[in-house]
């Protein structure tokens, strides 16, 4: 056992399990590094991190984030360029999110130099896990829950941290049919939306098995006023084009403010893409796909950075996409992702190397 300079406390694996994982075949966050790391909140403070074998946690049955739910998570990943350097992207970023989202659940928030250096301390002990295929990636999910005891329904007195890592694969969704929904929303205003809680997605995923059964691959949610306004994308940003212009829909109480949203907005900017970023509707969605103006339409995020959606469905017709040439998605993916493996200049500020 031995301390670093954050105070943060390392027990080492004895044996390590990387002989035993197929690199090549690796599915999406299944399978696990050697260390976690775990921080408590205890007596109105978080303790100081352990660093620890990857194993099963303990709580009580009176735990209250099993009664009411309080949970944040985000999704990260860490990266490696051909002289086997490490690179995270952005991850002040999701320090931030972080905490807007234990804000609004009433989880304490997380110094930042916890977070980084906790992050940084534990991906450098388990740097070897980090592919180096092409495409492939260290996933990171760092998460946060209510493990103080009690069925009193107010906010728990405890709370864990945990940062856990995944090795991953290049995510190739293949052709995603689409559901615009109209009768289930995933967030409303005044609720938690923007916040990456876990019961957001458990409250999605009966939706999406609905549409599932229907033969699609995913939701496309709209406002739940009069779901008229295009929202998300599954647990993914939305963005469609029309004609030469790419538009996604504005931050709100109700949607998530992805990083790789962003990031896509201020890369198409660079290049001279139009962008617009405003409030769209299914109809015009809709009209643009019967009179040919609607080129393309794909989710972002961490997981797949860009998945293009092939067909989307609304009032029982399909409207397919069609298949364009050069694209903004594939050419906004290849930026982004050369950033991300330290292949191009980083204009932005985005790369942190570890
Ligand atoms: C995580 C998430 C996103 C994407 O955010 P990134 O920071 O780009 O990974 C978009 N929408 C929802 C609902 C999410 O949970």
Request: include cysteine; glycine fraction near 8%; charge should be negative.
């Amino acid at each position: 056992m031995e301390t670093t300079t954050q105070n943060i406390v390392i027990e080492n694996i004895k044996n390590s399990k990387i002989d035993q994982v197929d690199f090549d075949n690796l599915a999406f966050g299944s399978v696990f590094t050697d260390h976690m790391l775990v921080c408590d909140y205890r007596n109105g403070a978080w303790e100081a991190p352990t660093i620890m074998p990857y194993q099963a946690i303990s709580l009580e049955p009176s735990a209250k984030i099993f009664h009411y739910g309080q949970s944040i998570f985000e999704g990260m990943k860490a990266y490696k360029d051909a002289d086997n350097n490490t690179f995270l992207f952005r991850p002040l970023d999701n320090h931030r999110r972080l905490n807007i989202s234990a804000k609004r659940m009433a989880i304490p928030e997380l110094p930042e130099s916890l977070f980084m250096d906790g992050l940084k301390a534990l991906i450098k002990l388990d740097e070897k896990w980090i592919p180096k295929k092409d495409g492939s990636a260290l996933y990171i999910r760092p998460f946060m829950f209510a493990s103080g005891k009690g069925f009193h329904a107010s906010p728990a007195d405890e709370y864990k941290f945990l940062i856990c890592l995944a090795p991953s694969g290049a995510y190739f969704s293949g052709k995603v049919k689409v559901l615009i929904e109209e009768k289930y929303s995933r967030s409303a205003n005044g609720g938690t939306g923007f916040a990456k809680a876990g019961g957001n997605y458990a409250g999605q995923f009966f939706p999406t098995q609905l549409a599932v059964e229907k033969g699609y691959n995913q939701v496309i949610w709209t406002d739940d006023h009069n779901h008229e306004f295009i929202e998300e994308a599954g647990a993914m940003n939305i963005f469609v084009r029309i004609d030469d212009t790419l538009i996604t829909a504005p931050i709100s109480d109700r949607i998530l403010d992805g990083i790789t949203r962003k990031s896509i907005l201020q890369i198409a900017e660079s290049e001279g893409i139009a962008t617009e970023v405003r409030k769209f509707t299914v109809g015009e969605v809709v009209e643009a796909a019967e009179n040919g103006r609607l080129k393309e339409m794909f989710g972002a995020g961490t997981a797949a950075v860009i998945s293009p959606i092939s067909t989307f469905g609304y009032r029982k017709v399909d409207h397919d996409l069609p298949e364009v040439q050069d694209s903004f998605a594939s050419r906004l993916k290849k930026r982004i992702i050369d950033i991300q493996y330290n292949r191009v200049e980083d204009p932005f500020g985005w790369r942190h190397g570890i």
